[in-house]
């Protein structure tokens, strides 16, 4: 069974930091991985998508990138802003027959503060 | 591309009532989702539909769940009979490849 794990938890950072979230899976047959941005009490954003045979995306400040034989994924955000403010959730996709069934971590709380 | 629209934003009910959540509109999608997030918990998938059948399902759509697409437009998730522990946010989702798109949820609350 899939198991996605986000680290730290929680992030709280001064304006203007470079930062990097993490992520982990357990099982590397994947077909994609979604990284999402969640404001309180609100939907699911998504932010960038890899497939399984990319290495990386880019869209903006953010960059993800992943290694699917260690089970890792990074999001990174330069010169963090306030608007940045938000949990930020990985999901990975089995793909196959579980086609649109997403794995989600627990999510990384980030407070970027003037 | 449009983005997914769920109603009622916020669904009050008593245990053991019916509720149904609904996606609206959405045209030419094939693949549509159902998620759940319990307050401070992960996000869950439920259920998937395409083609206007189950294509699959989570342990916890058990028989109090059902989903299906009356006009052919509007998805919709109906819990029979609700109990506490189906409060919380219900995101409908839907994709026509990669990635999925999800709506802004219905928060329901079961008293």
């Known amino acids: 069974k899939q198991e996605v794990t986000q680290i730290p938890a929680a992030l709280s950072v001064p304006e203007g930091e470079n930062l990097v979230l993490n992520c982990s899976f357990t099982d590397s047959a994947i077909y994609n991985l979604q990284w999402f941005r969640q404001d309180p009490g609100k939907g699911l954003t998504s932010l960038l998508l890899?497939?399984?045979?990319?290495r990386e995306q880019t869209s903006g400040r953010l960059n993800a990138s992943l290694d699917k034989s260690s089970g890792r994924s990074t999001l990174y955000i330069a010169a963090s802003q306030p608007g940045d403010s938000a949990t930020y959730l990985c999901?990975?996709?089995?793909?196959?027959?579980?086609?649109?069934?997403?794995?989600f971590g627990q999510g990384t709380i980030l407070t970027v503060h003037p | 591309e449009p983005e997914v629209t769920q109603t009622p934003s916020h669904q009050v009910t008593q245990m053991g009532q019916e509720v149904i959540l609904r996606c609206v509109p959405i045209?030419?999608?094939?693949?549509f989702y159902w998620y759940r997030q319990i307050l401070g918990q992960k996000v869950e998938f439920l259920v998937s539909?395409?083609?206007?059948?189950?294509?699959?399902k989570s342990e916890i759509f058990d028989d109090q769940f059902s989903v299906e697409r009356p006009d052919g437009s509007n998805f919709t998730l109906k819990i029979r009979s609700t109990k506490l522990e189906d409060s919380a946010m219900y995101f409908c989702a839907r994709t026509g490849g990669s990635p999925l798109h999800f709506g802004n949820g219905t928060r329901l609350t079961v008293t």
């Open positions: 890899i497939q399984s045979s990319q």
């Open positions: 999901a990975v996709h089995a793909g196959g027959t579980s086609y649109g069934k997403l794995t």
């Open positions: 539909f395409y083609n206007n059948e189950i294509s699959e």
């Open positions: 045209s030419n999608h094939l693949y």
